[in-house]
């Protein structure tokens, strides 16, 4: 099993950047892919990026791409991603994921999931 807690969301203006967290329990933190997903109101959830296990890949969908980076520090269980040049379509709640790799990538699918943090982009 593992816990996921995500922090560091809030509200920003557009062009600002925020660094969301998400830290793992257990000692199997490497063991799995990480990956962030979103999703704002009246939207489905959507992928937005994800980290292999070693952190050596990083695959980023197209509205992030360029302006997010997720990155991993498997001596602190934690997961990061750092937003820059935010836009008001970035406003979602923001949800970390433990899993394959695949299956967040392909079909959205975690095995493990956070609470999620509030990310409020304003124009």
């Known amino acids: 099993q593992v816990q996921l807690v995500e922090s560091g969301g809030g509200s920003v203006q557009a062009g600002d950047s925020l660094r969301l967290s998400c830290a793992a329990s257990g000692r199997t933190f490497s063991s799995y892919a990480m990956g962030w997903f979103r999703q704002a109101p009246g939207k489905e959830r959507e992928f937005v990026a994800v980290?292999?296990?070693?952190?050596?890949?990083?695959v980023y969908s197209d509205p992030v791409r360029g302006r997010f980076t997720i990155s991993r520090d498997s001596t602190k269980n934690t997961v990061y991603l750092q937003m820059n040049t935010l836009k008001p379509d970035d406003t979602a709640v923001y949800y970390c994921?433990?899993?394959?790799?695949?299956?967040?990538?392909?079909?959205?699918?975690?095995?493990?999931w956070g609470q999620g943090t509030q990310v409020t982009v304003s124009s």
């Open positions: 980290i292999s296990e070693s952190g050596a890949s990083t």
């Open positions: 994921a433990a899993g394959s790799l695949v299956l967040m990538l392909n079909r959205q699918l975690g095995q493990f």
